[in-house]
């Protein structure tokens, strides 16, 4: 193959993506709003990425442990409280919360206006529990403790039952 025919083919490399401020995929928690920016598709599923926004006086899932994959909370907007086994910490606009595997965790929103944070899971394997749920409601089934349990199960993630 000549020069000016190897100069001339497309290059094949990995795609970019983008996501509008009108895309992705959304998924509703009773009062949580969730927006997929990126499942891991585009990642190699090293990392998914979504945007939630937290009703008032919202309250979180119970506090929990991933055994698989990290997770990061970016405070967009409002007020977060995360607790992180005993310890609690209100969380503004600007605060980056990780938490690493094996940390038990969850979080709310104490407050009488919107939170909005942006959420990270590396790998990637934490959306399809977002994804379970909201079939769970779409269903007309209510999101009983135990069918929580179960969806945290199959992506390696327990209750932290040692804590109150």
Do not use: C, K, W
């Not at 000016?4 to 998924?27: C, F, K, L, Y």
């Not at 990425?49 to 979180?60: H, K, Y």
């Not at 990061?72 to 409002?78: P, R």
């Amino acid at each position: 193959m000549n020069e000016e025919a190897r100069n001339s083919e497309p290059q094949v490399g990995p795609a970019i993506s983008v996501v509008g401020p009108g895309d992705g995929e959304t998924i509703v928690l009773g009062t949580t709003r969730m927006r997929v920016l990126e499942d891991g598709s585009h990642t190699g599923h090293r990392l998914a990425i979504a945007e939630s926004v937290l009703a008032p006086r919202t309250q979180g899932p119970p506090q929990h442990r991933h055994a698989q994959h990290d997770e990061g909370f970016y405070v967009l907007s409002g007020t977060v409280r995360f607790t992180v086994g005993n310890d609690g910490y209100d969380a503004t606009a600007g605060t980056l919360v990780m938490v690493p595997p094996g940390t038990p965790h969850t979080f709310a929103n104490p407050t009488d206006q919107p939170a909005v944070m942006l959420s990270t899971f590396t790998p990637d394997l934490y959306v399809q529990y977002f994804r379970d749920l909201q079939a769970v409601f779409a269903d007309g089934r209510p999101l009983t403790p135990q069918a929580n349990i179960d969806a945290m199960s199959r992506y390696a993630t327990e209750p932290a039952t040692d804590l109150a």
